[in-house]
């Protein structure tokens, strides 16, 4: 891939500008839910699939036919195997984690929550129509957990080896169409860790099959990033096409830029020849008078539509996103955004959530996202590895700059391939502002460590040179060789106390907090307790090697060369519940919980980030039993001024302190808590918290009014207790029970990283208040989806979302389980007839043929006999209850026999089906059809052969 642009260097400040296009992500979910365009479909590939939990066992092979016959393409043996039997296995519709299923086992590994996660098997057959025949098809994977191997009609198509990014795999050399079904097998492996946190298990990301036409765009092959040089808007365009017909085809490449109105400004055409198996890259520029540009404030997204057209007909088309914005990262002041200083207000996330683990619908992605905006946030690492392709979507609609992350660290080829399909799917979306190729790695301040990543920082820039790239490093910058000299923004994981040393070190050289705080709080409680597992709420604990929430910022927020903070972390995320184990089994540091309630750090960030005013007072004010004993009272506030106030008397009226915060020593009375926030001596900002009375009924909140019936939107619903005025309360701890109708409850939490109960059922606790269901609705429904709670001794409540009906993805079709019967061998001809009974030799490969049924029948060449022979075992449901032994057509005569006993005949010669009675019982059974055949007249088995249950 060409280099396209000069990387902008000038006084060792890295001058960027950006752009762009395509979201590969984009295009497959909104086609998915939309028409097709012209030359491609996308289809969904989530439904249709069987499941199996555990390994299975190849199947030892022995023998020296069976030997031969298993090193042969299309040979897959055991549950990899087209014909094995799944027909007794679970139905499963992807995204699908099915370690989100376990309870907390205390002997299962701390890192990843304690759920025990295994190998399991999925399994589908993908039935295409004749109308698929001469397409493309590209089966897409976005996301497996770990390690995935995957197998099409017996043929092992790939090797997963990244637990976070999408798979493409052509299948179009393997598939067969109409009544001779696909069979798909996927065994994942998250026995295999990739991380130190939560990673699920399974295929949790969506599925996809691509149909194009033969000459078409490759996926992720429009790069379409705007430029900024010369006083002059450009996209330099890269379009890499694809032919897999039989000869060189001369195309025409046509890409139009669409503003939001929908109106094209600026246009390009070129001829291209693409030859034979071949990709080609076609390169030209888009030149643009006056972009309205994107940022944080105004996310303007332009279109780039793509066209591959071949005498005036549509062969191929694909919209790119793209953004016109430019970056820079200066060493003295940090980060600039179409050259304006922004300084970055980060978070790192990993992906689960509460109840779903990293199966998370597209509608809890979206809850989350707007959380992290209600917080304040600007810029997001996406640690330690890539998101959901919906998730950069949602980043440049919302208007988030990205620190998107590589998981291996690792220059050998295969994991190289992983960094550069990061960046080749990833680099149109405006949002991206830094590659990180690493987190923490022990060698990252050695010269091996600085050698691999100075090859990984080359692989990057030869797929976009608009953006630096960076490495997330907790030690190692000041040794003599160190990977920090191969990035060009220097990272630094916590260690805030050496900001000032490396910047007088190194002062041209840009640099950022790439992970810092560390510190630990549970949602509503406020003494810290160790022997419970509790941390309180006013910013005191954190980890010895990060700070509290108020120091990480100061740091950060104080030195205008370190160009952002990303606090470890937004969210509390399952595993890793440091610095405790049993029965701690999600996160302490999370500014938001599992669920993504606040905890008091959203509002102290809440405070630094925002510039509106803020004030907010922890803790809540019921302390029944404390009358008359110093309750500390904590302001987190961006005001000038604060004073509290308990029943309307003053507690003292403080200078704001932003950075430290500000607090009050309140003896407890119940009634009312108040804060007044000056600003310039005015009063700009109220806050009250009350002592509730006991709790009596619950409530439900929705997210959003409305669902899709569409059976894929999902979203949280907040639980809480209120009392007898409505006021929350905030010590309510009851077991709720959930009732739905008109959809399903996908997911259970409540926050708490010490509740080692199930995520998935009907019955969850409040924490300190407060539960969350996950709802979904069905495929096809419309109407409302209603939504009930009880708990003892509290008024129930019910709460109704609207569902609107809403046009499903088009979905693959797929196929029951059906026992399709392969193996076949064709005797020699003979002139006499041939003993059903004779097998070929165990030694023979060439004397009997071999037989795929469904291919065309071939005229004999002489007068006499052939002897089609299998053998197989029935799928358990045939060997219960009996079943039809079905040829879906044979040509010519013939005799079948089972087990050696005649079982049916046909007489025509013309060609035909024939059913078969097929007896129970428990044993591998041998198949033979004797066929008579005449010279010159056609024969044999046409059609696929199958074993269908009665
Ligand atoms: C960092 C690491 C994170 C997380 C964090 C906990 O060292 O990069 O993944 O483990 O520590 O403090």
Redesign the pocket.
């Known amino acids: 891939m060409p280099n396209r642009r000069d990387f902008l260097k000038s006084a060792g400040a890295l001058a960027t500008t950006s752009i762009f296009g395509q979201s590969a992500a984009y295009a497959s979910t909104a086609r998915a839910r939309a028409a097709s365009v012209p030359g491609r479909a996308v289809v969904s590939l989530n439904k249709g699939w069987r499941f199996h939990e555990g390994d299975i066992a190849f199947p030892v092979i022995r023998g020296h036919g069976w030997t031969y016959a298993n090193a042969k393409a299309g040979s897959a043996s055991g549950a990899a195997a087209p014909g094995f039997d799944d027909s007794e296995w679970t139905n499963v519709v992807l995204p699908h984690d099915f370690a989100s299923a376990q309870l907390p086992e205390q002997d299962a590994n701390v890192s990843q929550g304690y759920r025990k996660r295994g190998i399991g098997w999925y399994r589908t057959l993908i039935r295409l129509d004749e109308a698929d025949h001469g397409k493309h098809l590209e089966l897409q994977l976005d996301g497996i957990s770990t390690l995935a191997t995957v197998w099409f009609n017996g043929t092992q198509v790939a090797h997963v080896w990244s637990g976070y990014n999408a798979v493409y795999i052509d299948l179009t050399p393997f598939a067969t169409y109409g009544d001779a079904l696909n069979s798909l097998a996927i065994r994942a492996d998250a026995n295999t860790m990739q991380g ?2 939560y990673e699920g298990a399974g295929i949790y990301r969506n599925t996809w099959l691509v149909k194009r036409e033969q000459v078409h765009i490759v996926t992720d092959g429009v790069f379409a990033h705007p430029v900024f040089a010369d006083g002059q808007w450009t996209i330099p365009l890269e379009v890499t096409l694809y032919n897999i017909r039989k000869g060189t085809q001369r195309v025409q490449v046509e890409s139009v830029l669409v503003d939001a109105d929908g109106k094209s400004v600026a246009a390009f055409t070129a001829p291209a020849d693409v030859g034979v198996l071949a990709h080609q890259v076609v390169t030209g520029t888009l030149r643009v008078a006056a972009p309205r540009l994107w940022s944080l404030e105004e996310r303007n997204l332009y279109s780039v539509r793509t066209r591959v057209l071949q005498d005036g007909k549509v062969l191929d088309e694909v919209t790119t996103r793209c953004g016109f914005r430019t970056q820079r990262f200066d060493p003295e002041q940090g980060f600039f955004l179409n050259d304006r200083h922004v300084k970055l207000q980060g978070v790192c996330i990993h992906q689960d959530h509460a109840g779903v683990g990293v199966a998370v619908p597209y509608g809890v992605l979206d809850y989350r996202m707007r959380r992290l905006k209600e917080l304040g946030v600007n810029a997001i690492r996406c ?2 590895n890539a998101q959901d392709k919906r998730f950069y979507e949602l980043c440049d609609e919302l208007g988030f700059l990205v620190m998107d992350e590589n998981r291996v660290f690792n220059p050998s080829p295969e994991h190289v391939d992983e960094l550069t399909w990061l960046v080749r799917c990833h680099r149109n979306h405006p949002s991206i502002i830094l590659w990180s190729v690493f ?2 790695e022990p060698i990252q301040g050695t010269e091996q460590g600085y050698e691999m990543v100075r090859r990984m920082v080359a692989a990057v820039h030869a797929l976009d040179t608009s953006r630096p790239t960076t490495a ?1 490093m ?1 030690t190692g910058q000041f040794e003599p060789a160190n990977a920090g000299q191969a990035v060009d923004v220097v990272g630094f ?1 916590y260690q805030y106390q050496a900001y000032d040393g490396f910047h007088q070190a190194f002062p041209t050289v840009p640099m950022t907090s790439s ?1 810092d705080t ?1 510190a630990f709080q549970t949602r509503g409680e406020y003494v810290t307790v160790p022997e419970k597992h509790i941390f309180a709420g006013y910013d005191d604990d954190a ?1 010895s ?2 700070s509290t929430h108020r120091v990480g910022w100061q740091a950060v927020a104080e030195r205008p060369f370190v160009a952002g903070a990303f606090v ?1 972390t937004g969210f509390d995320y399952h595993g ?1 519940p ?1 610095p405790y184990e049993w029965p701690s089994n999600s996160s302490f ?1 999370g500014i938001m919980d599992l669920c993504g309630f606040a905890k008091d750090a959203f509002w102290l960030h809440q405070a630094q980030w925002r510039k509106e005013p803020v004030l907010r007072l922890a803790p809540h004010w019921n302390w029944a039993g404390k009358e008359g004993q110093a309750i500390t009272v904590m302001a987190f506030h961006n005001m000038d001024e604060v004073e509290v106030f308990l029943n309307g008397r003053s507690q003292g009226r403080q200078k704001g302190d932003i950075y430290a915060m500000n607090r009050w020593q309140v003896p407890y009375a119940p009634g009312t808590l108040a804060a007044v926030g000056y600003r310039g001596g005015k009063v700009v900002k109220r806050f009250e918290v009350e002592t509730t009375g006991a709790p009596v009924t619950l409530k439900l909140t929705p997210d959003r009014a409305f669902l899709r019936g569409d059976g894929l939107d999902a979203q949280p619903i907040q639980v809480e207790a209120l009392d007898a005025k409505g006021r929350h309360v905030p010590l309510a701890q009851h077991q709720v029970v959930f009732t739905v109708e008109g959809g399903d409850i996908i997911g259970l939490g409540n926050g708490d990283p010490n509740d080692t109960s199930s995520e998935k059922g009907n019955t969850r606790a409040l924490f300190n208040g407060l539960a969350q269901v996950i709802v979904q609705t069905r495929e096809g429904s419309a109407g409302r989806l209603r939504l009930g709670a009880s708990a003892p001794g509290l008024k129930s409540a019910v709460l109704d979302v609207e569902v609107r009906a809403a046009q499903p993805w088009a979905y693959q079709a797929t196929s029951e389980p059906v026992q399709g019967l392969d193996g076949w061998r064709s005797s020699p001809l003979s002139a006499a007839p041939v003993d059903p009974n004779v097998r070929p030799a165990d030694t023979d490969m060439n004397s009997w043929g071999w037989v795929t049924p469904g291919t065309r029948a071939r005229p004999a060449e002489r007068t006499g006999y052939v002897l089609y022979a299998t053998d197989a075992w029935a799928f358990a449901r045939v060997r219960k209850h009996g079943g039809t032994l079905e040829f879906v057509e044979v040509t010519g005569p013939c005799q079948v026999f089972i087990d050696g006993k005649k079982a049916g005949e046909k007489t025509t010669a013309a060609p035909a089906p024939l059913r078969i009675p097929f007896p129970a019982g428990d044993t591998r059974f041998h198949l033979s059809v004797l066929c008579p055949v005449t010279a010159g007249q056609p024969h044999g088995l046409s059609g696929v052969v199958r074993l269908l249950s009665a």
């Open positions: 130190w946190w640690s330690h987190n923490e997330a907790n994981n992970e560390s980890s090697w990060g470890w890793e440091t540091f």
